[in-house]
């Protein structure tokens, strides 16, 4: 029965359907939870898995509404400037059915990632599944904001361009912000918490740092 449903919000979604915005923050919260909870089961034992399980599943939606939160203001001040600021309610109702699109196709893709955990994979191997599956729903929230957004471009080609601004902002700040709240998959030589305890630092210091030293 979950397994329809979640077909159904995202043939809706997929759609274009004028959803209300409380259904859909509902549906980043819930299906983000159920994804999350997948991906915090790999670790060690059972307490840390159990732990891990609770952060993973609060972390996922936080993931991504904050990301959105962080890069609406910036994005409502260009469409602003671009003169179409009118349309930033509509603009928005597109954003959160695109971060409803992606939390519920993590959450359709989380028994492909529970299945490569149960197949014995690695943490190196985990963290990559889950960076998979999170691609995968990444291009799926955007086609389906991407349909949302088609009338704003039919009425103004500029929405065109700002629909690629928020892709880029959103892929910009989602890559920090994720890097801000990790861990999500248990580590075996770490302890399980909440945030690592580590000083801030900037994701994309670190995997310019990964680069040059893998070619040295």
């Given at each position: 029965?979950?397994?329809?449903a ?6 809706d ?62 994005f ?20 959160v ?16 990632v ?5 197949s ?45 601004t ?51």
């Open positions: 029965m979950r397994a329809l979640l077909e159904r919000q995202l043939r979604l997929s759609g274009g359907a004028p959803i209300p915005l409380r259904p859909l923050f509902a549906t980043v919260m819930s299906a983000g939870a159920i994804d999350g909870a997948v991906v915090g089961s790999f670790a060690c034992d059972s307490w840390a898995r159990a732990r891990l399980i609770l952060f993973a599943g609060i972390k996922v939606p936080l993931l991504l509404l904050a990301t959105a939160a962080l890069c609406m203001p910036g409502f001040a260009l469409n602003a400037v671009a003169g179409v600021g009118h349309a930033f309610r509509r603009a928005a109702r597109a954003i059915a695109g971060q409803a699109a992606v939390a519920l196709s993590l959450a359709s893709l989380s028994p492909f529970l299945f490569c955990y149960l014995g994979v690695g943490h190196a191997q985990a963290l990559l599944v889950n960076a998979f599956a999170f691609a995968c729903a990444s291009a799926c929230g955007q086609i389906v904001m991407h349909r949302y957004y088609r009338a704003l471009i039919a009425e103004d080609p500029r929405h065109r361009r700002l629909f690629g928020w892709i880029v902002l959103y892929a910009l700040v989602g890559t920090q912000m994720g890097w801000l709240l990790r861990p999500f998959v248990g580590a075996p030589d770490a302890p399980v918490t909440f945030f690592r305890n580590e000083p801030f630092s900037n994701a994309y210091v670190v995997v310019a740092e990964l680069v040059v030293a893998a070619f040295r």
